[in-house]
């Protein structure tokens, strides 16, 4: 069956349309592909929709294996595992999953498995699985190494790897991989064999989303190794273009500038007109300790950022981490000192503005942080470099040279 033609796709365009928007054709793309039974991999710039693109090839899959009932069929299991790098990004991605869902008048649920879950909410939902669960590749781990795990996902038609850039070639990408083949192989010897999508698959779908990717095919087979054999992956690559302004803080005086060993807190003065004339801005710092001190060094620069600004990073406490994540939907903050612990997330619309201090430690990475600043289709994503010694204005230039060759 064609896409189009689908009862999937026709509730979900109406629901677009209602909002005013339109599908990119790598959206539809996916979409189609998860209806034919196809794994693949996502690979888009960020603000393009990238978590929609396979969440609502999810949705119209359901909708098409029950066109009657969607939106009364409860109890229907685990139905779509999302595993995400950060901790983060699960309250984000739920958020928005929980409002299309409701929208939608779907009768499913989101739950989120990470470090901060209750021991409650995790019994909860063992008893009671969520068709949507966001989890860590830590927490997976642990769940896989729970008794009677096999019943939990007998059920998943597709694992989505989201941010794939972020844990390929590292040890948690090697937990994904790991995790996504005992998966594979748990469905694979399920004996329920009910209906997947339009095409029957014994084994559940596997799509990796990535924004930036420098060998896709590459990235694609490390993450489809366990279907060699059972189905060919397919790449989705957005054709569109995000436009990213770069700007270096430089200090006055290039050569009294220090080789190496610093913070950069000597050119605080420069950030703070870039912090004025945004309504808000996240401060990217590479280390915790770092952070702490940017934070405190920024509040006596400027004693007026009292009660605007807030420090984010892993060990900060969760309840204060999620009123910070909250203030930041909410508008309410000026500025955020953050680490690696705010690269990723659906949307933080009223981010106008990035700074990163120091090396981001890859091209990749700096592009992602640069997106948390105009997240959405056609809007300008805005970043600052500052260096921290004289060494990483080599780095500034070199930064600059590949987002202009779309490295």
Not at 121 to 136: A, D, S, Y
Not at 329 to 347: E, I, N, P, Y
């Amino acid at each position: 069956m064609q896409l189009h033609q689908s009862a999937g796709y026709k509730v979900v365009r109406e629901w677009l349309d209602k909002k005013e928007l339109k599908p990119f054709l790598f959206q539809e793309e996916t979409w189609q592909h998860i209806m034919n039974g196809k794994s693949g991999l996502v690979n888009a710039p960020t603000g393009f929709g990238k978590t929609f693109s396979v969440f609502l090839g999810a949705i119209i899959d359901f909708i098409n294996r029950n066109p009657e009932t969607y939106t009364t069929k409860t109890g229907n299991k685990l139905q779509l595992l999302w595993i995400t790098p950060l901790r983060a990004l699960a309250k984000d991605i739920g958020r928005a999953m929980e409002e299309v869902i409701t929208e939608m008048n779907i009768r499913w649920r989101v739950g989120i498995r990470n470090g901060d879950t209750s021991t409650a909410e995790r019994q909860l939902q063992k008893k009671h699985p969520p068709e949507v669960l966001i989890i860590t590749p830590e927490s997976l781990h642990l769940l896989l190494a729970q008794k009677n795990y096999a019943e939990f996902f007998a059920a998943l038609k597709i694992i989505a790897v989201d941010e794939w850039h972020e844990l390929l070639g590292s040890k948690r990408g090697v937990q994904v991989e790991l995790a996504v083949s005992r998966l594979v192989s748990v469905r694979s010897a399920n004996t329920d064999h009910s209906p997947f999508t339009l095409h029957a698959s014994p084994h559940p779908l596997i799509w990796g989303i990535s924004a930036t990717i420098g060998n896709l095919q590459e990235a694609a087979s490390v993450l489809h190794a366990s279907l060699q054999g059972l189905a060919q992956p397919v790449i989705v690559r957005a054709r569109l273009q995000k436009n990213i302004e770069v700007e270096s803080v430089f200090p006055d005086e290039i050569e009294k500038y220090p080789w190496a060993g610093h913070l950069g807190i000597k050119l605080i003065h420069k950030l703070l007109p870039v912090i004025e004339q945004s309504r808000t801005t996240l401060i990217f710092i590479n280390t915790r300790g770092m952070s702490e001190t940017w934070y405190q060094a920024l509040l006596n620069a400027a004693p007026e950022l009292a009660g605007v600004i807030a420090l984010h990073h892993g060990s900060i406490e969760p309840g204060l981490r999620t009123w910070v994540e909250e203030a930041l939907h909410a508008g309410t903050l000026k500025v955020v000192v953050c680490t690696a612990s705010l690269d990723l997330g659906v949307d933080f619309r009223p981010v106008e503005t990035v700074i990163q201090v120091g090396s981001p430690k890859g091209v990749a990475r700096f592009l992602q942080r640069a997106g948390r600043s105009g997240h959405s289709p056609g809007a300008v994503s805005k970043i600052y470099f500052l260096p921290t010694h004289s060494l990483e204005l080599v780095e500034a230039a070199a930064l600059k040279s590949a987002i202009a060759e779309n490295m």
